[in-house]
């Protein structure tokens, strides 16, 4: 199903970071924010920014915050999409996704100052 709405995807994120977090550093409003519970056991944390209108919206936000640094340390990477909400194998819902196939490589790294 595509919804005809934008999201970002943004990997690199430090271990507990919550939505408010987010919504406070990349100033938008936390329900936009989707943090996957199946992340509490990983060291590759990563959140999706959905409800963008269109398309240059999205990539405006991922071009502006791409490889830019959270909190001093971790640098992050941002990736924008067309938002087709799919149910993944552990039952989690995933809202960016691309049409066709995509390679699933969420591994960051951190960098620190």
Known sequence: MN?????VKITGLPKNVSALDLSKEFGI??????LSKKQHHSNDW???????????????????W??????GQYQIKCKASDSSVTLN???DLSHCTSS???????HSRKNVL
Request: glycine residues 4%; proline residues 2%; aromatic residues 16%.
């Open 46 to 64: 990563y959140a999706e920014i959905v409800k963008f209108k269109n398309e240059k919206h999205a990539k405006e936000f991922a071009s502006r």
């Open 29 to 34: 409003s936390a329900n936009r924010i989707i």
């Open 100 to 106: 066709g196939p995509r390679k699933r490589n969420y």
């Open 89 to 91: 194998s552990s039952n």
């Open 3 to 7: 919804t005809g709405e934008w999201c």
């Open 66 to 71: 791409d490889r830019q640094y959270y909190c």
